[in-house]
């Protein structure tokens, strides 16, 4: 009986906070008054209605569509494409949504695939209309009827490309998600084409699982993403390995087309052994028939802002390399939680820049008998490098996601300030011929210089820890 009164007092004390944190842009509709076709701005707001949308017409039509919205049951088939898909109006091409408190206060972004590339993208037989976000007028309804307007940003940078929308969670959604700890549902509605009474999108979004937990030294937490995976499943553990020894405490799998056994049971290991360790967000839209405009890329930009969003909350640092890019503490420091302690404590940065040293093969037409053998250790094979740095592109970063909104590959575009660490401090050993023979820059003959720093430091210890993690027991 005391349990009943308990939920009851809950869900008034709910309901009130509700209605009393209400001054955002948000409406929320009150379903106990019948609703008049009729109304005037007036009586809408007797009815619990704030209007959103610029002209009397868009307010109907939200209106409108947050009605038919809040009444949809949970389980009620809508016939609204579900992320990641193309929007039923043809429009936008969306790959993800998922919801932050870091960015811009407490909001829920989709990823979608750059307008002018979405022809080449999508598979020829699908018809689709491409259209710049800020040629659309789009808002989010949440499942209570709740609406709140779509802040669009296109970001091209190079040859990378990716459009974001951003719309705040209404007081509801966010109690859904951050008090309540349920999955929301939430539509995407466009008001461009008038005729349109549904929503054009729908998706699921949930809080990821807090697993992160900071390295002992500094309270801060440090993650990393993988680029999305191109079946490199065999490098991973040893790439993890490492990593977890120089202080990383969460990595992410973008998982794109791994189909065989391999990747599946190393998964199964880390979530036995190490609980939270390692998550995987699958980042495969065969399904839908997509390809990448760049062949040798698996919609890498979208997936940087996808960890970006999903694990910025939980994480102090976070950064996304491919399975050949090593972050190396040199000494005196032994983990990246001591470097960045020493050297930046907590002072506001945005990211720090890494410029790849690129590890090559001793004679580039060809590997030596121990640089070809992959049952050795990445970081055991290869022991020449290029004598400097190469600093015209190929770098990666580290950033802080509190403070940066918009990235590419190779360093932050948008946010607080860019850091060039001293090479005596901080490396990103680069082993470029790691998957097959490329001559990079520097990597000539006669060009190279021999060093096993990273071999002779880190080898023994990277075998034990795997030696621990194949342990059944
Ligand atoms: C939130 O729900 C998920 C299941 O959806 C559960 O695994 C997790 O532990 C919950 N988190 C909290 C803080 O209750
Ligand atoms: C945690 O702190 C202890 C004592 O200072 C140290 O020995 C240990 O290596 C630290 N662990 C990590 C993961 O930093
Ligand atoms: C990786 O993705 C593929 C689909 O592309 C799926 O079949 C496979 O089970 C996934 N692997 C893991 C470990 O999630
Ligand atoms: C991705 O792969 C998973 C597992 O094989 C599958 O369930 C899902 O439908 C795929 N998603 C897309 C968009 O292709
Ligand atoms: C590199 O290897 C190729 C192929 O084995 C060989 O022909 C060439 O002489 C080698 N170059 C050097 C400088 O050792
Ligand atoms: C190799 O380097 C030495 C000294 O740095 C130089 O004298 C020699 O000409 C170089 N050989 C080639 C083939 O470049």
């Known amino acids: 009986m005391s349990f009943v009164l308990f939920i009851l007092i809950l869900f008034i004390s709910l309901t009130v906070y509700i209605y009393t944190n209400y001054q955002f842009v948000t409406t929320t509709l009150n379903t106990h008054t019948s609703y008049s076709s009729q109304f005037s701005s007036i009586s809408r707001l007797t009815d619990g209605w704030k209007p959103v949308g610029h002209t009397i017409d868009e307010q109907n039509l939200l209106h409108d569509m947050s009605i038919v919205v809040a009444a949809w049951s949970e389980y009620a088939e809508d016939n609204i494409p579900k992320v990641p898909s193309l929007s039923a109006d043809g429009h936008l091409l969306v790959l993800s949504a998922a919801a932050s408190r870091i960015r811009y206060g407490v909001s829920l972004t989709f990823i979608t695939v750059y307008p002018t590339d979405m ?69 995407l509605a466009s008001t461009t084409t008038k005729d349109r009474k549904i929503p054009i999108l729908k998706a699921f979004v949930k809080v990821p699982v807090v697993s992160v937990t900071p390295s002992n030294s500094s309270q801060e937490s440090f993650t990393l993403c993988t680029s999305p995976l191109h079946n490199k499943g065999k490098y991973l553990v040893q790439w993890i390995e490492f990593h977890r020894l120089v202080g990383f405490r969460k990595f992410i799998i973008y998982n794109t087309t791994d189909t065989d056994d391999y990747l599946s049971t190393i998964i199964n290991i880390y979530t036995q052994k190490y609980p939270g360790l390692v998550d995987v967000v699958q980042w495969n839209f065969s399904t839908l028939g997509l390809v990448d405009v760049l062949p040798t890329r698996y919609f890498q930009t979208e997936a940087l802002h996808d960890c970006l969003i999903r694990y910025g909350d939980q994480s102090e640092w976070l950064g996304m390399l491919d399975l050949d890019e090593y ?29 790849s040293q690129f590890f090559c093969n001793k004679n580039a037409s060809t590997y030596t008998p121990e640089e070809k053998d992959t049952n050795r250790l990445t970081i055991e094979r290869f022991s020449f490098r290029a004598r400097n740095r190469h600093k015209r592109g190929r770098e990666k970063y580290l950033y802080r996601p509190r403070f940066v909104q918009y990235l590419s590959i190779h360093h932050q575009i948008v946010g607080l300030s860019k850091q060039h660490p001293s090479e005596k401090h901080i490396t990103l050993a680069h082993y470029v011929s790691m998957n097959r023979l490329r001559t990079m820059p520097g990597c000539g003959f006669n060009e190279t210089v021999e060093d096993s720093g990273v071999r002779n430091r880190f080898a023994n210890r990277v075998k034990t820890t795997i030696a621990t993690l194949m342990n059944k027991h």
């Open 119 to 187: 022809k080449t993208v999508l598979p020829k037989h699908i018809s689709s209309h491409p259209l710049s976000s800020n040629q659309q007028s789009l808002w989010c309804i949440f499942s209570d009827g709740s609406v709140t307007p779509v802040y669009t940003y296109d970001s091209k940078y190079g040859n990378e490309r990716v459009s974001l929308l951003d719309c705040p969670l209404s007081p509801f959604a966010n109690d859904q998600l951050w008090k309540l700890n349920q999955t929301i549902r939430v539509y």
């Open 327 to 355: 972050i190396v503490p040199l000494p005196p420091y032994e983990t990246i939680v001591d470097y960045v302690h020493a050297n930046f404590g907590r002072r506001i940065i945005g990211s720090i820049n890494l410029w």
